[in-house]
């Protein structure tokens, strides 16, 4: 398969949108753009839409004829926009949105949900496929992907009756997979609206009788809160993106006892890396040796993987190599070995000094997540004269619960009980919610 437009199942796969739903199988003898898409013959094509749906016609209708497709996700402004333009050396942009004033000079062309009859060229090329992740100056990084390596995890057998959704935006790469998954198995899929209530989606979800469906750990947090997480029954449950710990998956398990309970290793740089299917946190040492096509090793306690669904590089020219020079992919995870099995711990760049002692902060959080009435937590740092910094937590509790000085008291004597004494939170204060970022997990920084 060249293309994504090629795949024989493609004519199955519906975008089912608050809208109405969208037969991506109209793609071949229809389109999406205002010009002919033989005319981005070659091109380095930016998508910049507001729209989902948009996004996902533009992808299909422009891999294997755009030589690049840069694909923007939620959050980027006018003057981001030009620096991805000029980083991807794109000539085009395809957007549903205004051309921005003085934002780039790129050619602007339209994308439309509405199809018209249009000639689709055969596909010539291997597109490549460019995904933005965060970078630590602010500016995105931009990663080179190709369609063989978004997709190699992914099986295209889809099981009778299958239908799909996420919580993610399909704009970023956890939402990408699942959309693509739908789309090589010719399996509907349901598409989250920008800014849409979760209560909103989890009702559509019911509706159209969703199957399989994805999100990250925090999403099923507060996706469980909401009293529509009863209406769906769904056969399979996927959370990537952050570590999953024992809690979020037990009270999955108890809302779903016969939903199949999956979590996965996945991101950006290193693709899709493993499954994880026993609902146990961590995953079994086995791993290391026993993944068909991927190569995992530990080194100073980093996981690095080393697969054909790595990316291929950066396009940013102050951005290291992508890859090692034995060609793994230093994921920037930390793993602990006990008793057979790996746990994450967290990443090595968000690891707390507490007067010279190392503090993971994901660690404390699953201690203070098992705590009877807490929904979520969030550890930080506060600067101490004497040691640098103490531990802190902000703390969401279940609805109806409440909050105060007793109940900080039983919780840090909790988290005594289980951790060394410098990893305790000196301080908790209670918060009505924790925020997410636009890809779905807790803000750590800023």
């Known amino acids: 398969m060249l293309s994504l437009g090629e795949s024989p199942n493609l004519p199955g796969c519906m975008l089912c949108t608050a809208n109405g739903d969208v037969p991506l199988g109209l793609l071949r003898t ?177 509706a159209c009788s969703i199957t399989h469906i994805s999100g990250t750990p925090s999403h099923w947090r507060t996706a469980l809160m909401n009293p529509n997480a009863k209406l769906i029954s769904p056969r399979y449950i996927r959370l990537s993106g952050e570590i999953a710990d024992q809690t979020i998956l037990n009270n999955l398990s108890a809302a779903y006892p016969e939903a199949q309970i999956v979590h996965a290793f996945a991101s950006t740089e290193a693709g899709v890396a493993f499954e994880v299917t026993d609902c146990l946190a961590g995953f079994p040492e086995k791993y290391l040796s026993a993944l068909n096509g991927v190569e995992m090793k530990i080194q100073n306690g980093s996981m690095r993987i080393r697969s054909g669904r790595l990316a291929m590089r950066y396009l940013n020219r102050d951005q290291a190599s992508l890859l090692s020079s034995d060609g793994f992919v230093d994921t920037g995870d930390l793993v602990d070995l006990r008793d057979g099995r790996y746990f994450f711990m967290g990443r090595r760049d968000g690891v707390i000094n507490i007067g010279g002692l190392k503090v993971h902060p994901e660690e404390v959080e699953a201690v203070m997540n098992r705590y009877p009435g807490v929904l979520v937590s969030l550890v930080r740092t506060r600067r101490n004269p004497i040691t640098g910094a103490v531990v802190t937590a902000d703390v969401a509790l279940r609805s109806g619960e409440t909050g105060g000085p007793e109940l900080e008291r039983e919780l840090i004597g909790f988290c005594r009980a289980s951790l060394a004494a410098h990893k305790v939170p000196a301080v908790i204060k209670f918060v009505p919610r924790l925020v997410l970022s636009e890809t779905g997990k807790l803000i750590r920084h800023g």
Not at 130 to 153: C, D, I, N, Q, R
């Open 30 to 206: 229809n389109s999406c753009l205002d010009a002919a898409a033989s005319s981005l013959d070659g091109r380095s094509v930016v998508v910049w839409t507001s729209g989902l749906v948009e996004a996902a016609m533009a992808l299909v209708e422009l891999d294997g004829i755009a030589s690049r497709l840069v694909l923007c996700p939620p959050g980027i402004g006018p003057d981001l926009l030009a620096y991805v333009i000029e980083t991807a050396a794109a000539d085009v942009v395809v957007s549903d949105q205004t051309r921005p004033e003085g934002a780039c000079t790129a050619t602007w062309i339209g994308c439309q949900r509405e199809l018209h009859p249009a000639y689709r060229p055969a596909p010539t090329r291997a597109t490549e496929w460019v995904l933005l992740t965060s970078g630590t100056t602010g500016l995105p990084k931009l990663v080179v992907h190709s369609l063989a390596s978004l997709t190699e995890a992914i099986r295209t057998e889809a099981a009778p009756s299958t239908v799909w959704s996420t919580f993610y935006d399909i704009r970023r790469f956890g939402g990408l997979q699942i959309f693509l998954r739908a789309a090589l198995t010719g399996a509907p899929f349901l598409l989250t609206d920008v800014q849409e209530p979760v209560g909103d989606f989890l009702a559509r979800a019911a």
